[in-house]
Every structure is written in structure tokens, then in C-alpha cells.
């Protein structure tokens, strides 16, 4: 397989003209008016939405936009005020967060989750286990429980090995670097051979050494099929890695498109810059340094 990432990009995902909540060609999660409010501010309020199966989408918006909480109602860590939204066609509202994953629709968050005092093995081995009934069958039948837990301790260490942490696999998660510790959850994640991998900021506070890395196990993520979803703040990770680009504004989509594309749109430097619309947006997140114009 080509090693240049940028020759893999999904076209022809939509249909007809790219504009907020334009219809795609093969969707995987669709949402209808999904609205969320905390006191008297509207957090989240998206009319329709699809994001396209077997694609990198960003989904990226200022500070507050109601990214995150976008996440947490379409996966069932919060319930939203109204409407309805559903994953391979299947009705998601009301469902659970842990029955959500089940279903192949997993994410991690924007603080990483680890738990500190499970070492890494132990957390790996957390996001594969099925919480429900099996607990009874397996005081009843021990040795199904040790064949199950031999299965997934084979399945965990494929993984550790695949981001380079296997060698850490006794360690206490909380001895972990920031970026290892989004390394660890991106792996979690994978313990239910997920169909969607929704990632909130996986780069945020990653050191450089590890952000190549992290990237290219976004984009190997796509290559085996799985669909991503993922929230990113750094502009030019999303026009290196994103097949297509949801940008949200206190609560609403306001542009959808391609990345080189969406980002030109006004609504999108509105957006993000008010009046300074000359400035490369990935100066808004302040991860990227400008080099000054002045005297030029
Ligand atoms: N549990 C909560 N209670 C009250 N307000 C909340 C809660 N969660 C989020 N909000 C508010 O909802 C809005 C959307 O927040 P959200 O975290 O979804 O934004 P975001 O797009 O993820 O921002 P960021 O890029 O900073 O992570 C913000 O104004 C935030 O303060
Ligand atoms: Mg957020």
C-alpha cells in the first residue's frame, strides 16, 4: 500500500452541493434536529447531519461549539433534549453508552479516561468486557471466564504491540505520558472491533515526537475499513488526514465540505476569526506558530 497518505482521500462522499447537512452517498450515522441545552444556553442543535461510512471526517468548531457534547449525545454519555439519530440504520436515542459500543459505535474523550490504578493490560481488558449477565454464567462456569479472559489478553497484547506499548503492559496507566495515554485509549477503543471510532482530540497535548504516530493510526484505522470521526483543533492535521470536514458554531453545522474546500467558506472564517478572515485558521488554535508578515 502507498505510503502517501494524501493520495488515499475518499472522494464523491456527498450528493449534490456541499452545504450543511447535505446528503451522503453511503451514510453511517445520520441525525435529525438533535438539540441540547444546559440552563439557557443551546449547547448543541443540529438539523440533519450524515457522515459518510468507511471516511475520515473532522468535525471542527471554535471552543464551545458543542463538539464534544455532540459526541457525548450520539454515544450515549448524555441524552439529548429532542431528537433522533441512528448508526447503520439502527435507532441510537435512548440507548446506553456501554450497549452503543456493543453496537461497534466507540469513542474516546477529549481527557483521556484511563484508569490510573489498572495497569495498561488491566484497562485494555476494561474495554472489551461485557459488563452484563456474563458476570452470573461466569461465577457458575470459571474456566469459561479464564478462556475468555486468555482470548482477550491475546487480543490486548496484538494491540499494545501495534502502538508501542506492549513494554508498558504492567505499568500503572497513570505512569503513562499524555500521549501514550491517548495511544492507550485509541487501543481500548479497538478491544470491540468497532465499525465507527469517534476520537475527541486525539492530538491535544500530544508532544510532536508522538503526533506522526497518533496520525498514522488514524489513517490505518480507514485502511482496515473502519469508519472515524474525529474532533481536531489543528487545521493542518485535518486537511493532511480528513476525507471530509463538519464545521459546527454555538451548536449549529454551519458548513460541511471537503477540507481544502470548507475552509475557504466565509461561514467558516466567520466562525473562527470574526473580523481577522486573512489569517490561516490554524493559527486559531494557537498549536501553530505564525510567521510574521511584517516587513515584508
Ligand atoms: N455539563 C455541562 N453543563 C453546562 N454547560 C455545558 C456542559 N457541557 C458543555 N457545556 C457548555 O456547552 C457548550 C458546548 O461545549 P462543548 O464542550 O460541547 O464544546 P466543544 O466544541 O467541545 O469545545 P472545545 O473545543 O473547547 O472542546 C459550551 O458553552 C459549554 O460550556
Ligand atoms: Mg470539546
Same mark, same amino acid.
Given at each position: ?27 453511517i ?40 457534547? +455532540? ?9 439529548? %433534549?429532542?431528537? @433522533?439519530? $441512528?448508526?447503520? =440504520?439502527? *435507532? ?10 456493543k ?12 484508569l ?28 469459561l ?13 496484538? +494491540?499494545?504491540?501495534r ?6 503492559? %504492567?505499568?500503572? @496507566?497513570? $505512569?503513562?505520558? =499524555?500521549? *501514550? ?45 473502519m ?70
Amino acid at each position: 500500500m502507498s505510503s502517501n497518505s494524501e493520495s488515499q482521500k475518499s472522494t464523491g462522499l456527498h450528493i449534490g452541493v456541499a452545504a450543511p447537512g447535505v446528503k451522503k452517498v453511503d451514510p453511517i450515522l445520520v441525525i435529525d434536529s438533535v438539540k441540547k441545552s444546559f440552563g439557557g444556553l443551546t449547547a448543541v442543535d443540529v438539523e440533519h447531519l450524515e457522515i459518510p461510512r468507511g471516511a475520515i471526517t473532522a468535525l471542527i468548531g471554535p471552543n464551545g461549539a458543542g463538539k464534544t457534547t +455532540l459526541f457525548n449525545l450520539l454515544t450515549g454519555f448524555d441524552n439529548p %433534549d429532542t431528537g @433522533a439519530w $441512528s448508526f447503520e =440504520g439502527k *435507532q441510537l436515542a435512548g440507548i446506553s453508552s456501554f450497549k452503543v459500543a456493543k453496537m461497534g459505535q466507540v469513542r474516546t474523550f477529549q481527557l483521556t479516561k484511563a484508569l490510573s490504578l489498572l495497569t495498561v493490560l488491566e484497562n485494555m481488558k476494561l474495554g472489551a468486557k461485557n459488563q452484563t449477565g456474563e458476570k452470573l454464567l461466569n461465577s457458575l462456569f470459571p474456566f469459561l471466564w479464564r478462556k475468555q479472559d486468555n482470548e482477550l489478553e491475546v487480543k490486548a497484547m496484538e +494491540l499494545l504491540r501495534r502502538f508501542k506499548l506492549d513494554a508498558k503492559k %504492567d505499568d500503572f @496507566a497513570a $505512569s503513562l505520558s =499524555g500521549g *501514550q495515554r491517548k495511544l492507550l485509549e485509541m487501543a481500548r477503543a479497538l478491544m470491540t472491533d468497532p465499525v465507527l471510532v469517534m476520537l475527541d482530540e486525539p492530538m491535544a497535548g500530544v508532544n510532536p515526537a508522538l503526533t506522526q504516530s497518533l496520525l498514522e493510526h488514524v489513517l490505518n484505522l480507514k485502511k482496515e475499513g473502519m469508519t472515524v470521526l474525529f474532533v481536531e483543533h489543528d487545521m493542518h492535521m485535518v486537511r493532511h488526514i480528513a476525507d471530509w470536514v463538519v464545521v459546527m458554531a454555538e451548536g449549529k453545522v454551519v458548513a460541511e465540505g471537503a477540507p481544502d474546500t470548507v475552509m475557504k467558506e466565509q461561514a467558516v472564517i466567520d466562525a473562527y476569526l470574526g473580523a481577522h478572515q486573512d489569517t490561516d485558521l490554524g493559527v486559531v488554535t494557537g498549536r501553530i506558530k505564525v510567521i510574521s508578515e511584517e516587513g515584508k
